[in-house]
């Protein structure tokens, strides 16, 4: 009953099954040296994908994960490897695996989008791999998404290491924190350290704008609304 009621408000709100994603648990770490949490990892998110594709929805999105300490060149190996278990077994259920970027931090893997480009080449099943760009994420890895040609730079990055057709969603979030700290705290739209004119310059690039967005950003609906009327705003300074 919770699958046809959620299919059945997707179509009274007119929302596209390809337009929204469903977000791996945060214990899932692909690139973990150890055996027995990689393993748990590789089962998890099967049930994940096996929940979204009974939902309808065609996007799953997780976090590369962590090499803790072991070097990104296992890390590389480590994900695609699992990547390649999993799909082995649920390929046939019609849901692509969207890697996400991350915070510059730790043992993460997938700062980059070279790092992002290298786990997709290295699989057996690139064509059911794609990306999703997390602004805050992006912000704390030295992407200035306040300035244009940083915007392209970040494009023409995609375009290289992993192709723009492989560009399927973004997280729309403000960081708390400067440019290159490596943090990880979302901020709600406009009020951190990228700012309202920040969005301005990222929403403006065309490959952008056509993509769908989803906010990460604090609080709870009230506040969320309230994100959504901003960047609405931000839309009309840029377009209208």
């Known amino acids: 009953m919770d699958i046809i009621g959620f299919k059945e408000k997707m179509k009274e709100f007119n929302i596209s099954f390809d337009d929204v994603l469903v977000h ?15 393993e748990k990892s590789i089962n998890l998110m099967k049930e994940e994908i096996r929940i979204t594709s009974l939902l ?12 803790l300490g072991e070097g990104d060149e296992f890390g590389y190996d480590r994900i695609a490897k699992a990547l390649d278990i999993i799909l082995e077994e649920v390929n046939n259920l019609g849901v692509n695996i969207l890697l996400e970027n991350v915070a510059k931090k730790g043992g993460n893997i997938g700062w ?7 786990i997709i080449k290295r ?8 990306i999703t760009y997390d ?13 244009r040609d940083d915007v392209r730079r970040l494009l023409d990055e995609i375009d290289k290491y ?3 057709e492989k560009f399927k969603m973004i997280h729309l979030n403000d960081s708390k924190f400067s440019l290159g700290a490596g943090k990880d705290r979302h901020e709600f739209i406009g009020k951190g350290e990228i700012g309202i004119k920040g969005f ?25 609304a309230e994100d959504i009327k901003v960047i609405k705003r931000i839309f009309s300074n840029i377009y209208i």
């Open 123 to 130: 699989s057996n099943f690139s064509g059911k791999l794609g």
């Open 112 to 118: 980059k989008m070279e790092q992002l480009g290298e």
């Open 162 to 164: 992993i192709g723009l």
């Open 56 to 67: 309808g929805i065609k996007y799953f999105n997780v976090h590369p994960g962590s090499h």
């Open 200 to 224: 301005e310059t990222f929403l403006s690039f065309d490959e952008i704008i056509k993509l769908p967005m989803h906010l990460e950003t604090p609080g709870d609906d009230t506040e969320h």
């Open 24 to 38: 791996s648990g945060y214990l899932i770490n692909l690139a973990t040296p150890n055996d027995e949490n990689w």
């Open 135 to 147: 602004t805050c994420h992006g912000f704390d890895s030295n992407y200035d998404i306040r300035d």
